[in-house]
């Protein structure tokens, strides 16, 4: 009975002692560390006042409490390193998105450039037509014009020819 009253005592003395830490932690946002380092101390504690109090029970307690405290670093280690991987698997995502983007933009800046290209070749085209077609149309003129011209002087020596 004694000794259940001492390990009442015990843990209603840490519990309390708890209750400031606890708060600021929070507070901080440091919840989680903070809660593994007050339950190490705990642990501690209670070994401390096992062995001033030859209580094996009490021994035995903050035994499972250093080793629950322990499993519980080592799950929010895990945690953060499956967050960090996670926040890497998101940039190389965003990176490869990125890659990805930049690629379509080239391929899309090549096709543009193609069909600059084939546009310039297609005015070049019609525009070597229209010159021929323009050089056609004054050499149609022209022959056109010497054809006149020729006729003309042809009727001059008819007409020169039988006024003799």
């Known amino acids: 009975m004694i000794r259940n009253f001492q390990r009442g005592a015990v843990d209603a003395s840490l519990k309390a002692a708890r209750v400031l830490p606890e708060t600021v932690a929070k507070l901080t946002g440091r919840g989680e560390s903070a809660d593994l380092a007050l339950d190490q101390v ?10 001033l109090l030859f209580d094996e029970e009490l021994r035995e307690d903050a035994r499972r409490r250093r080793v629950a405290t322990r499993e519980r670093g080592e799950a929010l280690r895990m945690r953060g390193k499956a ?14 998105k990125a890659a990805a983007a930049k690629a379509e933009r080239s391929q899309q800046e090549r096709i543009d450039e193609q069909a600059r290209k084939e546009r310039l070749q297609t005015l070049r085209t019609k525009e070597q037509a229209l010159d021929e077609k ?5 050499a149609r003129d022209e022959a056109l014009r010497l054809k006149r011209s020729a006729a003309k002087a042809k009727a001059e020596r ?5 006024q003799v």
Not at 42 to 51: F, K, N, S
Not at 134 to 138: I, K, L, N, R, S
């Open 83 to 96: 967050e960090q991987v996670k926040q890497e698997a998101r940039e190389t995502e965003q990176r490869r």
């Open 134 to 138: 323009a050089d056609a149309a004054t």
């Open 158 to 162: 008819k007409t020169n020819a039988n």
């Open 42 to 51: 705990d642990a501690q504690v209670r070994d401390a006042a096992g062995r």
